[in-house]
């Protein structure tokens, strides 16, 4: 059982109630993005455990004609064990994917695991050519580079502003300096990239900024945001036909996620404590 507090921001702990949640996302115009909650795994057989059960997911989405796809962290499927444990556990889920016609996205943690993430993305979409996408982070200064060198690779990018905390040595500390990134990259992106473009934020300025690029470069985008975030926006926007695609995380494993979101914004621990006590 989820607590109350939880659950404004995770559909559920059981893979069939959360496919229920992404039903009720459809029929409102939406995708969803499923993600099991779970991360800095370092036992292989969690991290295998988690692999098969995205694996079941995969099956699951694709046997209920569901508008779903999966998102996964590199640390729950063994990015702190091995980059070889974690490369060969993306692989067998990006497979299991290709084999449903199931997208597989990947979320991008700290700095430490940029590289290991990128080539293991990287690999997977050489191989299953747009069956692939990955979170890449306008909070970090190398996000110039990366997506220069994403430009010739069969992957989507979702360009998100970074829930991490990084050394200013590596990361823009100004908000006003990574939201300047993020207008930066998203015109790079629609000016050069037509593997897929997910605008992941809940800012009106982001999205206004993507939707002007859109009209100027007429490159196809999607937009990203988190479940239990700006919902009533979600939906608006679906019903304007702009592709939306909720992000969806399900599983016991909730703290971790939801101490981000309230980190992100104090709000959302408010908002969420209104909805148990009813104010
Ligand atoms: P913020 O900078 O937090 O806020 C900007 C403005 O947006 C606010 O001023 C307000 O106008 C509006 N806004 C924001 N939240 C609310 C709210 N609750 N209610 C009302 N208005 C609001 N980060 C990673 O590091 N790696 C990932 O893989 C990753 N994946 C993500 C996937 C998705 C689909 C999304 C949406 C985010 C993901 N993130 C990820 C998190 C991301 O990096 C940001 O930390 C997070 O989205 C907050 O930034 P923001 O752009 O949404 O807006």
New binding site residues.
């Given amino acids: 059982m989820l607590p109350p507090i939880a659950n404004q921001f995770v559909a559920g702990t059981t893979a069939s109630g959360t496919l229920d949640y992404v039903s009720d996302c459809n029929s409102d115009g939406m995708g969803a ?1 499923v993600n099991l909650l779970g991360e800095h795994y370092d036992d292989p057989e969690r991290a295998a455990a988690d692999t098969d059960t995205y694996c079941q997911l995969v099956s699951e989405l694709a046997a209920h004609d569901i508008d779903g796809c999966i ?1 996964v962290k590199p640390s729950q499927i063994g990015i702190d064990i091995s980059p070889d444990v974690f490369e060969s556990n993306f692989t067998r889920i990006v497979e299991t994917g290709a084999n449903h016609d199931v997208f597989v996205w990947c ?3 700290d700095h430490t695991t940029t590289d290991t993430t990128l080539e293991a993305v990287e690999a997977a979409a050489q191989d299953n050519p747009h069956g692939v996408g990955i ?1 890449i ?1 306008a909070n970090l200064k190398r996000t110039d580079e990366d997506l220069q060198r994403l430009v010739d690779v069969p992957a989507a990018v ?1 360009l ?5 905390d990084e050394p200013t040595t590596i990361a823009y500390e100004s ?1 006003a300096a ?2 300047e990134a ?1 207008k930066r990259h998203l015109e790079f992106l629609f000016r050069e990239f037509d593997q897929g473009i ?1 605008v ?7 999205l206004e900024t993507a939707t002007d690029l859109h009209e100027e470069y007429g490159t196809p985008f999607e937009i ?3 479940m239990g ?2 919902e009533d926006a979600q939906r608006e926007l679906a019903s304007e036909g702009y592709e939306v ?1 909720q ?1 969806v995380p399900y599983g016991d494993k909730w703290i971790q996620y939801f101490y ?1 979101r309230v980190r ?2 104090k ?2 621990a408010l ?1 969420a404590l209104r909805a148990i006590i009813g104010i």
């Fill in positions: 993005i998102s979320d991008m943690e979170a982070q979702r998100v502003k970074g829930a991490y908000k990574v939201n993020y997910a992941g934020s809940h800012d009106p300025e982001m990203q945001m988190l975030v700006r695609n992000y981000r992100e914004r709000e959302n908002f």
